[in-house]
């Protein structure tokens, strides 16, 4: 009898992911400019009052596109630059991860809504737990991966379903500065107790 493996139903997981909300959303730099508008739409629906924009990086080609042109889209789309968090020396998703846990224990937050593309989200969920546990922050990540992309676009830096592929690998070549599939699915559940059920869909019976 075959079963899922760890890595598998963590994938399930962070994909699938119920939202609720949070101190801020954190968007990762990536994927060029199309993480914007899943990130506009959280932040107008209210899942938090502020953004996060986290990346230096400066590589058209690879899809890393820096903060500050990040900031000068958001800002384009309505949102508020007060209502902005710029964190733009990291070069890296370990950096990000640092950096922005730093501010998280610094600004006293409990939760974050993470957003990256869905092929990248993964890695970066573990990368940020890992960081958690190596500063001893106490934090809900609340993954909120922009799944409405298309896998199959062609874009300079790639199709996101190769690039699915070409995350395994970096999962397993950077393996020191990730969590296990174990610590992931395992801070999933911790999630869950405490946090608010769902109200229930069922109309009341009316009475005769």
Do not use: C
């Not at 629906?45 to 990346?55: F, N």
């Amino acid at each position: 009898m075959s079963t899922f493996s760890e890595r598998e139903k963590l994938f399930f997981l962070v994909f699938n992911e119920p939202l609720i909300k949070a101190d801020v959303i954190v968007l990762l730099e990536g994927d060029g400019y199309a993480r914007l508008p899943h990130t506009m739409r959280l932040y107008q629906d209210g899942w938090a009052p502020k953004i996060v924009v986290s990346g230096g990086a400066d590589n058209a080609v690879y899809g890393s596109f820096p903060a500050h042109k990040l900031v000068i889209k958001l800002n384009e789309m309505g949102v508020a630059s007060d209502d902005i968090i710029i964190e733009a020396t990291s070069q890296s998703t370990k950096e990000q991860a640092i950096n922005v846990v730093a501010l998280a224990k610094e600004k006293g937050w409990k939760k974050i809504i993470l957003v990256a593309s869905h092929y990248h989200q993964p890695r970066a969920f573990l990368t940020f737990l890992k960081a958690l546990r190596d500063a001893k922050v106490k934090l809900h990540i609340i993954n909120a991966p922009a799944r409405e992309l298309p896998w199959f676009e062609p874009n300079p830096w790639g199709r996101r379903f190769d690039l699915l592929d070409a995350e395994i690998e970096r999962m397993e070549r950077y393996k020191d500065d990730l969590a296990s599939f174990r610590e992931g699915i395992i801070h999933q559940q911790k999630k869950k107790i405490g946090l608010p059920q769902r109200k229930s869909l069922k109309r009341k019976r009316r009475r005769p």
